[in-house]
């Protein structure tokens, strides 16, 4: 009997919260809010690591115009090892060690020249940027994505450059959404 009144006198606790609750607002529909067990953990992990890329992109420009070398000048140097696709005695072209995609390949100037980012450019570079671009192209042709790819430079923090050696990424071997980012 008592175990029968400690139940009923929970129910009853319960029930009359349920009600104060309702009462204060209103039931949220189901269909737009769902339990957190039920929400996609996708979009936290997306948030979390485009805040990383933020973060890491401000602490790069910080250090931009050190003229330090850059995790590109020792790959250059082989100091760093790296999968080269293409080189000549201009550009080094190699996959991305976080790659985006299936065929994620950079595409770098072996000499920087004051060429950190792309808003830095000027007349001088004209040669190299065309000759990247042009590289991109063979690297595309090289991987099989000649029929679909696409380039990204990303230029300063609000774009998340996180190294300020001008570099071209080469997308591909998936379908590109737009728009982009």
Same mark, same amino acid.
């Given at each position: !009997?008592?175990? $029968? !009144?400690? /139940?009923?006198?929970?129910?009853?606790?319960?029930?009359? =919260? *349920?009600?104060?609750? *309702?009462? $204060? @607002?209103?039931?949220?529909?189901?269909?737009?809010?769902?339990?957190?067990?039920?929400?996609?953990?996708?979009? =936290?992990?997306?948030?979390?690591?485009?805040?990383? &890329? &933020?973060?890491?992109a401000k602490a790069a420009a910080a250090t931009a115009d050190s003229g330090g070398p850059t995790i590109f000048d020792k790959i250059i140097s082989k100091e760093i090892p790296s999968n080269i696709v293409y080189e000549d005695e201009k550009v =080094? $072209?190699?996959?991305?060690?976080?790659?985006?995609?299936?065929?994620?390949?950079?595409?770098?100037? @072996? *000499?920087?020249?004051? =060429? /950190?980012?792309?808003? @830095?450019?000027e007349p001088r570079h004209a040669e190299i940027l065309g000759h990247l671009l042009y590289v991109a192209r063979l690297v595309a042709e090289k991987e099989g994505i000649l029929d679909g790819f696409r380039l990204v430079i990303n230029n300063g923090p609000g774009a998340c450059q996180s190294v300020y050696h001008l570099h071209l990424h080469v997308l591909g071997g998936r379908q590109m959404k737009w728009p982009p980012g």
């Open positions: !009997m008592a175990a $029968a !009144m400690a /139940t009923t006198s929970t129910l009853f606790r319960c029930s009359h =919260l *349920l009600r104060a609750c *309702l009462a $204060a @607002k209103p039931f949220p529909d189901p269909f737009r809010i769902r339990p957190a067990s039920l929400r996609p953990r996708r979009g =936290l992990c997306h948030i979390s690591a485009s805040l990383d &890329e &933020e973060a890491s =080094l $072209a190699f996959h991305d060690v976080n790659p985006q995609a299936p065929v994620h390949v950079l595409v770098i100037p @072996k *000499l920087r020249d004051g =060429l /950190t980012q792309l808003g @830095k450019a």
